[in-house]
């Protein structure tokens, strides 16, 4: 009771879980598509070469305001997505061996900013390398506001493209055949995913921020196999979970928010592989059990004649 009352009489711990809870809602909502398109890599791969947009913004203009560094890391996390898709299409690269190398590449180029700044730039950059693994507890209401108009907005954006984005995810060729402009789509989505990655970096951190995109919508496909209710699903366990890890963080003495809130993602994920109806591996054991012990076993008939069972070498 008292870490519920603390939930919104104090101030750190209320900005925390609304940030925690709104990074939940964007991140499930939107990586039920990745989830179901097969690119869940991606959202690792954007969140790496979000690294040096952060560094490169405040490079450029000396400053820690959480929507330039977000520009920053939106725009470098978008040209990596682009730059996977250009290779994957026009070489002989496989598409995931695309996404490893611009991961590395944008990953090593940031932490050679980051090196550079933490050289040269003084202690004015103190606080970059907080984006690696995330720095929950330095939520402001301001980074709640950015976080939410942006987040809002992408989802406003995905729900204006329902029936397009539905339809990309489920049958990209059907939707070419009807006249659906689908490289356009494609990066809208991609757009809205980067958007997803980018408000969550603060948070979670560079490292951790996939699990967060792709844990909600992996454990809501477990349930459904509706889109509707998977995004809702992924979008409350997002939630859930976001606002679980901060109370818990709190609650413990030295354990960091962004890590916890993953555990208790990836929890969900473990529970509902186990436990989903149709789909969870202990339902279908018991499943099977249920069914076997409603089977009757008839005897075999002593009447029934026995086949002829050839003894000359010649019949077999």
């Known amino acids: 009771m008292d870490l519920l009352h603390a939930l919104f009489s104090d101030y750190t711990l209320r900005t925390v ?64 997505a682009l ?3 250009g290779t994957a ?30 050289r040269h730039a003084g202690a004015s950059q103190a606080g970059l390398d907080a984006f690696l693994f995330g720095q929950a507890a330095a939520l402001v209401m301001y980074d709640v506001y950015v976080m939410a108009a942006l987040g809002g907005t992408a989802l406003i954006v995905m729900l204006l493209f329902w029936k397009e984005l539905k339809l990309l995810s489920f049958d990209a060729a059907f939707a070419r055949s009807v006249g659906l402009p689908v490289r356009v789509l494609n990066g809208l989505l991609t757009t809205l995913l980067v958007v997803a990655i980018v408000i969550g970096l603060q948070t979670v951190g560079v490292v951790l921020m996939s699990a967060v995109l792709i844990a909600p919508a992996a454990a809501a496909r477990q349930w459904t196999d509706r889109l509707g209710i998977m995004v809702a699903l992924a979008a409350g366990i997002g939630a859930a979970t976001g606002v679980t890890g901060a109370l818990i963080s709190a609650s413990v003495r030295n354990v960091p928010t962004g890590p916890t809130i993953v555990l208790c993602m990836g929890a969900v994920v473990i529970a509902s592989l186990l436990l989903a109806p149709q789909r969870g591996v202990l339902w279908r054991s018991w499943q099977r059990r249920f069914s076997q012990a409603e089977t009757p076993s008839h005897p075999p008939d002593q009447n029934a004649r026995t086949p002829n069972v050839a003894t000359d070498p010649t019949d077999l």
């Open 17 to 80: 879980a609304l940030g925690a809870a709104l990074l939940g809602i964007v991140g499930g909502s939107l990586g039920s598509y990745a989830v179901l398109r097969g690119q869940s890599l991606i959202g690792d791969a954007v969140a790496h070469a979000a690294l040096p947009g952060i560094a490169g913004a405040f490079l450029l203009t000396g400053q820690m305001d959480p929507l330039v560094l977000m520009l920053g890391a939106a725009a470098t996390g978008l040209c990596a």
């Open 83 to 85: 730059f996977v898709d």
């Open 89 to 118: 299409r026009s070489t002989r690269v496989p598409y995931d061996s695309a996404l490893a190398l611009m991961l590395a590449s944008f990953f090593g180029l940031g932490l050679v900013l980051l090196t550079y700044l933490q």
